[in-house]
């Protein structure tokens, strides 16, 4: 049983070490016209990214690559919010009319989890 712990959290670790290069990409595309793609994963009870900080520009679009065991609905806390929906399998779901400074949190209720916060400028 120690045994299957230790070997959760080396994987968990290697996740978030993955995670955050994949987040360093693009550091500079933020104030461009280009939509800001994101891939996002779900998969059981867990989603990638989980919580991460995202910079984007007031106004630019957000895509989302969404890969899905299942269907189900992201919620985007803006201002009105948005519900946006997915299938299972590979979609693209694009959040816009993001134009307020501030942070908007991106969530997943059939999770319970937050996927990312949008940092917008
Ligand atoms: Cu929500």
Redo the contacts with the bound molecule.
Sequence with gaps: MRRTLAAAAVVLATLTLTTACGDSDSPSDAGSSDPKVITVTFDGDAVTPSGERVEVASGQDIELDVTADKAGEI?V?SSPEQELEYEAGESTVTITGIDQPGTV?V?S?TLDKVIVQLEVR
């Design positions: 919620h806390h949190d969530e209720h």
